[in-house]
């Protein structure tokens, strides 16, 4: 009898554990596991071209990049304000600008930035004063930006 009692063991334990095999290859079903990895942030897909996230507040500009050499770049600017905003560069390599975002909006301003000290700022309406400008100088090295807190109650 005890004989049987194990091979009765046994058998409930091998269906259990084909039945966990079957129930995880399903997955769950809902989509909203918790486990499920985020997707990997995104990357630049051309080559030789480096990637500045600016994110535009009320009433600053934050960028992801501290030093900047001569080359190829893409800002994608993104409104995470409450009002609309551009942004715009100048300096050495010309005058570029998005077009006035509004809040959540994003574009991808590309840009040759040459060697020298770069202006970046809002353009919109007198955002730029309010304190939403860095400056960027371009260059061997180390190429500190000096981003400008941001006024406030006009002081």
Do not use: Q, W
């Amino acid at each position: 009898m005890a004989k049987t009692l194990t091979r009765s063991r046994v058998g409930l334990g091998l269906a259990a554990g084909a039945l966990a095999g079957v129930l995880a290859g399903c997955g769950g079903g809902n989509g909203d596991d918790a486990s499920t990895p985020a997707p990997p942030p995104e990357r630049n897909t051309e080559p030789g071209v480096t990637r500045v996230n600016a994110d535009m507040t009320d009433f600053r500009i934050a960028l992801s990049e501290k030093t900047f050499k001569a080359g190829d770049y893409s800002f994608v600017a993104k409104n995470n304000g409450k009002h609309d905003h551009a942004l715009e560069i100048e300096g050495p390599s010309g005058e570029h600008s998005t077009k006035v975002l509004a809040p959540g909006e994003s574009e991808t301003l590309k840009v040759t930035l040459k060697s020298g000290t770069h202006e970046v700022y809002c353009p919109v309406g007198g955002h730029k004063d309010l304190g939403m400008k860095t400056e960027i100088t371009v260059g061997g090295g180390d190429s500190p930006v000096n981003e400008t807190p941001p006024k406030t109650n006009g002081y």
